[in-house]
């Protein structure tokens, strides 16, 4: 549908027009250095079709979007056997919460809270020999960008004042759920969300997600169909925190967020939706990245609904 192109352009232009609310993430000190105003979007459909807006094609950090691919990347090699180690349940809690760990035994209550994705890296660290090479290459393979990469400089800010991933990982470990090194973990799960990439890029890497597990030229099969649709109930049920209700009733699209301001959406078979808009609200979500897309999924009428 080439009235893509200029829906999410009259979109963008609307939001430019309107306030933004919400604060930079700032817990993670070299975040705040970013433009709190830069908004751009990308939109890639199943037919090979993509389209831009605004600062579409600038990187930003990913931060917990790379958890759906840490996820991706363990479920493709262990199965069902990954659910002995974290559930799929929304927690209704805040992403880096240490709160419900003790009651329910080290076992995460799904795998995009900071918890579940330190217990995905430590089962990485298994499954692979060189987890952060991997990553890297799905994502240089997806994208044909060779220059994507970890940023050191995030990471080592992340690493510095990660305070509650600190206790996280302690506390996992301590309950039996962590098997490496507990700092070894943490590093691994802090570099993987450092990576930087943009608008573009995103849509096209979660192209995964509305294309049955694969990339559009076959080249890179990540998941089978029947893990596919698990990974988009997952992101449906679990990928905004305690605001994933709220995102399924406006938005009506798998998705997943990251304190980087960046949202990326799905339509299985149709299309993946990347937005960046740096000031988060007050759940750690981009506040102009839901506002564009609960618009886009009202006026163009397509959500999973
Ligand atoms: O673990 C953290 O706190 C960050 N590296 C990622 C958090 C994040 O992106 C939460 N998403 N909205």
């Given at each position: 549908m080439s ?8 979109i ?23 433009d ?23 990187q ?6 790379v958890?759906v ?11 069902g056997?990954?659910?002995q ?9 805040p ?16 795998p995009?809270s ?6 995905i ?5 298994d ?18 960008d ?24 302690n ?9 490496n ?6 590093n691994?799960?802090l ?7 943009n608008?573009l890029?995103l849509a ?14 076959g ?11 698990r ?13 994933a ?6 938005v ?7 304190v ?18 740096p ?10 990245g ?7 999924t ?6 999973i609904?």
């Open positions: 009235d893509y192109q200029k829906i999410i352009e009259h963008h232009d609307d939001l430019l027009r309107r306030k933004s609310y919400g604060e930079v993430a700032s817990y993670i000190p070299e975040l705040a250095h970013v709190a105003e830069k908004l751009g979007v990308s939109l890639a459909t199943v037919n090979g079709d993509y389209f831009g807006v605004g600062d579409w094609q600038d930003f950090s990913i931060q917990s979007i958890k691919l840490l996820l991706s990347m363990a479920y493709t090699k262990l199965g056997q990954l659910w180690r974290v559930g799929v349940e929304p927690s209704g809690t992403f880096n919460s240490l709160g419900t760990l003790e009651h329910d035994k080290g076992i995460p209550r799904n995009f900071n918890a579940g994705a330190l217990v890296s430590d089962i990485l660290l499954l692979y020999d060189d987890p952060r090479q991997a990553m890297l290459d799905l994502l240089k393979n997806i994208t044909g060779k220059s994507i990469g970890f940023d050191p400089i995030i990471a080592a800010s992340e690493k510095a004042h990660g305070y509650r991933n600190v206790a996280l990982v506390f996992l470990k301590s309950l039996g759920n962590i098997n090194d507990e700092e070894v973990v943490f691994l799960y570099d993987c969300c450092s990576i930087s990439m608008c890029q096209r890497t979660f192209m995964l997600f509305a294309n049955h597990g694969q990339t559009l030229d080249k890179t099969h990540l998941l089978n169909p029947s893990q596919t649709k990974m988009n109930a997952i992101m449906l049920t679990c990928g905004f925190y305690d605001e209700g709220d995102f399924a009733y406006k009506g699209l798998p998705g997943k967020s990251g980087g301001g960046g949202i990326v959406a799905v339509l299985p078979q149709h299309f993946s939706v990347a937005v960046w808009s000031r988060l609200n007050e759940k750690g979500n981009s506040y102009r839901l506002k564009f897309l609960e618009q886009f009202t006026e163009t009428e397509q959500s609904f």
